[in-house]
């Protein structure tokens, strides 16, 4: 959008454009007919080329660690030191995985990070296997691996049950609802989780492969403005620093929402800059 209104920009990727993309098998209610990530993920990073070409962009590889907004200018500091001035900046780092430790129902060793669901491949699965959550993930990867026969033991709390629905007719899952776990590594290379279950009972679990489906939280970086929920919603950031995609608000945690928003920041800009020059 913004090469497109003829403004120039530096995109900033830590990795490659679409990364989390070329993991997220099946899309849904993306424009374009998009049905893959990873095609949309080539799609995108076709785009970047393009407009790279053409000069009306630059692709630089680095890791934001801090943003800053300035009466006449906006700062990038990147993890290397270096920092990066612009009239503004459009921050979309997204979210990550939320970690046991963070749930408040689950009881494990500190620093556990389970493997996000959405990244395993059925073929790596070693059984029984067990899934930490019932986030929505969890449809989407069912639908994205429909072959996948290895079933799957979900454990999740009352509040995900509402989630859980769309995957309870399928035979490939078991869900339980639980009150708490107690999760802790075996001698044999595998896992024990401890339920206390919905009705009060406990029972324990073995697990060979044991996968993280815990929702996600707000990967903010330093200089952003938090909510109490930890997202970060335009209106409480400096004018100069603008924020788009699901880093916003749990509830724009869409495809199509994020590249709208991402559009939505730079036509901000462009209309500012507009009304500058037109004395408005």
């Not at 200018?73 to 993890?79: F, K, N």
Request: hydrophobic share 40%; charged share 20%.
């Amino acid at each position: 959008m913004a090469a497109s209104l003829g403004m120039h920009s530096i995109l900033i990727e830590a990795d490659q454009v679409g990364t989390k993309l070329l993991a997220v098998a099946a899309l849904e209610n993306v424009v374009g007919g998009w049905r893959a990530g990873p095609e949309l993920a080539r799609a995108m990073g076709a785009d970047i080329d393009r407009i790279t070409a053409a000069g009306r962009c630059t692709l630089l590889r680095g890791r934001a660690v801090r943003v800053r907004g300035c009466g006449d200018r906006a700062e990038v500091r990147l993890d290397d030191g270096l920092t990066l001035t612009a009239a503004v900046v459009i921050v979309a780092t997204g979210v990550g995985p939320v970690d046991p430790a963070d749930t408040g129902w689950i009881t494990a060793a500190d620093g556990l990070a389970l493997p996000p669901l959405w990244r395993a491949r059925p073929e790596q699965l070693r059984g029984p296997v067990h899934v930490l959550g019932a986030d929505r993930p969890l449809g989407t990867w069912l639908r994205a691996h429909p072959d996948a026969r290895r079933p799957l033991t979900v454990l999740h709390p009352a509040s995900d049950a509402y989630k859980a629905a769309e995957v309870a007719d399928d035979d490939r899952v078991r869900l339980v609802q639980v009150r708490s776990l107690a999760v802790k590594e075996t001698p044999s290379d595998g896992w024990q989780v401890d339920a206390e279950l919905a009705d009060g009972s406990t029972r324990s679990f073995i697990a060979a492969t044991l996968l993280g489906n815990l929702g996600s939280t707000p990967a903010a970086i330093d200089g952003l403005n938090q909510g109490p929920d930890g997202y970060c919603p335009p209106e409480l950031q400096h004018p100069r620093v603008l924020v788009a995609g699901d880093l916003r608000s749990s509830r724009c945690q869409r495809i199509i929402t994020a590249q709208g928003s991402g559009a939505e920041a730079a036509l901000q800009r462009y209309y500012e800059v507009a009304g500058v020059i037109n004395g408005r």
